[in-house]
């Protein structure tokens, strides 16, 4: 079975959120198998070339879109030992070689994302032509890649080579749509009734080619169960397209995503100060005290509850409702560390309680992989407040750290964590998403945290758990067979 995988995110190469981890894991849990796949990916200027290996190849392509004729080139890296595992980058200096993921230094996304994205998707297209290497599947990711099946529907002449290839799209974020005003429809070079009112393409008078891709793929699926419910009945988590995910509900799944257990072991951690496992949880303590070192808060808070938050610092994430709850929390005599980078207006608000709680409140608002596995073996209790969540990996992550997860009960957070019940569980779930029932759940983990006894055997349980990528890739696997085979 031969795969194409694209992604505008693949880690180790660019990742701004869980898309980077799942297109950077799964191809490795599905190459596994024995399946071929090859992942396309464009090659942004903060790729490090030479750390990651990668290699530049001969083979040069080009994609018209409007009047324009992009040139590209293509470098590649090749899992050593396993060739039916390959990442092809897109080499373009003016779409991606000058440029980062989506947005510039001062975070502003850049204006020609629709071209850029678009040529992402056309480009994956040009590189099995050039490489004369015919997929019996695309698989295709949010909403950058979303055009795929709608060129493979729409434009069939041009695209023969793929007469019998399938697609799947997998919906990371159902909010983020890639709308653009009808004013760019030129770019696509698609038949003008697609662009029509209550056509694919057309959303309340303007481009929404996610709503096209939902309607062309021949399958969609979202990263947890409870979300592809979630979306197909919610008008609020589907953001708007309940009805079109309804309409084709036959297509639609739900697989949970998985941990690449290769990055994220306290057994391995190589950023950690002292590597620990479910035998040695004592070491953890040293990377509290490493932590609380590093941060510069208070060694009093040693042994007192001290709660850890990675997350992109936007509205999804329940930064609202942690900034209405930020002065009870800190009224229960815990420290909290944040680690988070995003809207501009949260960072303001959350500089304000910093100086508040200088000594135990640390707020950092870089981008730090290595901070960010320091605080998953340090602290106790992992805040996860999202409004919605479609899977989250960071709350698996925290159950393999020993790190307790204190999450609002909606989507992948739903289908992970289990609300202690003083035997079973592992971790605390709040129903209502407001600040009231996050101050009350973050007050039951203290509470527990204080009875030594119970608290290992929640931590315990989370460390027990396995949401390692094979079982994920299991899932994919059986439903590229399915698609194949229809
Ligand atoms: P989302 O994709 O919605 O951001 P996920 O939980 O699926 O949420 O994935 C987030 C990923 O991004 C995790 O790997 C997390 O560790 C990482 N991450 C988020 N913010 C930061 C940050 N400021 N520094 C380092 N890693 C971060
Ligand atoms: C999205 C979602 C997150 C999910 C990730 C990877 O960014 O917000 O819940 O884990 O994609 O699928």
């Known amino acids: 079975m031969k795969i194409l995988f694209v992604s505008a995110e693949v880690y180790p190469y660019s990742k701004v959120g869980g898309l980077g981890d799942v297109a950077g894991a799964l191809p490795g849990a599905l190459a596994k198998t024995g399946i071929e796949i090859v992942v396309v990916t464009p090659a942004y200027g903060t790729i490090d070339r030479q750390s990651h290996n990668l290699e530049s190849s001969p083979y040069r392509f080009s994609v018209q879109i ?14 050593p030992g396993h060739s039916n595992h390959r990442v092809y980058f897109i080499e373009n200096e003016q779409y991606f070689g000058s440029r980062r993921i989506y947005e510039n230094k001062s975070g502003k996304p850049y204006e020609d994302n629709d071209k850029r994205f678009l040529l992402l998707s056309r480009a994956s297209l040009e590189i099995c032509s050039v490489l004369k290497w015919t997929p019996d599947l695309i698989h295709c990711h949010d909403n950058h890649t979303a055009l795929i099946p709608v060129y493979l529907k729409n434009q069939s002449s041009d695209y023969s080579q793929f007469l019998n290839t399938k697609t799947l ?27 029509n009112p209550t056509a694919p393409l057309e959303w309340y008078g303007k481009i929404n080619p996610l709503k096209a891709g939902i309607i062309f793929a021949d399958a ?29 509900q036959q297509h639609v799944f739900g697989i949970l995503n998985g941990v690449d ?27 509290k005290v490493a932590l609380l070192d590093e941060t510069g808060l208070d060694n009093g808070l040693l042994d007192k509850p001290l709660i850890g938050m990675v997350s992109r610092l936007v509205e999804q994430k329940g930064i609202p409702v942690l900034l209405e709850a930020l ?33 135990r409140l640390k707020i950092d608002f870089s981008y730090n992989d290595p901070l960010s596995h320091k605080i998953m073996a340090g602290c106790d209790i992992f805040l996860m407040p999202s409004r919605y969540e479609p899977c ?59 009875k030594k006894k119970e608290w290992q055997q929640i931590i315990l349980n989370g460390m027990k758990a396995d949401f390692s990528w094979k079982q994920s890739a299991g899932q994919y696997l059986a439903l590229y067979k399915q698609l194949i085979k229809e």
């Open 392 to 450: 989250g990996i960071t709350q698996m992550v925290s159950l393999k750290y020993g790190t307790v997860p204190v999450v609002h009960k909606t989507g992948g957070l739903a289908d992970t964590i289990l609300d202690w019940d003083g035997k079973r569980g592992n971790g605390f779930l709040f129903g209502d998403y407001s600040a009231d029932y996050l101050v009350k759940s973050i007050s039951q983990a203290i509470s527990i945290y204080y």
């Open 169 to 195: 799209l997998t919906l990371h974020n159902i909010a983020y749509q890639g709308i653009v005003s009808m004013e760019h429809r030129g770019i696509y070079n698609l038949p003008d009734e697609l662009f």
């Open 220 to 248: 969609v699926s979202t990263v947890s169960p409870t979300h592809a419910k979630e979306i197909m009945t919610d008008e609020v988590l589907s953001a708007g397209l309940k009805s079109v995910i309804y309409e084709n």
């Open 261 to 287: 257990y290769s990055e994220w072991n306290p057994a391995t951690d190589i950023f950690i100060s002292k590597q620990y496992s479910s035998g040695s949880l004592g070491d953890k303590r040293i990377n």
């Open 66 to 79: 409007e009047n324009e004729t992009v040139d590209c080139g293509i470098s590649r890296w090749i899992s």
């Open 327 to 359: 002065d009870r929390i800190m009224a229960q005599d815990v420290g909290l560390i944040i680690l988070g980078s995003g809207d501009e207006s949260y960072q303001q608000e959350l500089r304000k309680f910093a100086k508040l709680y200088a000594k």
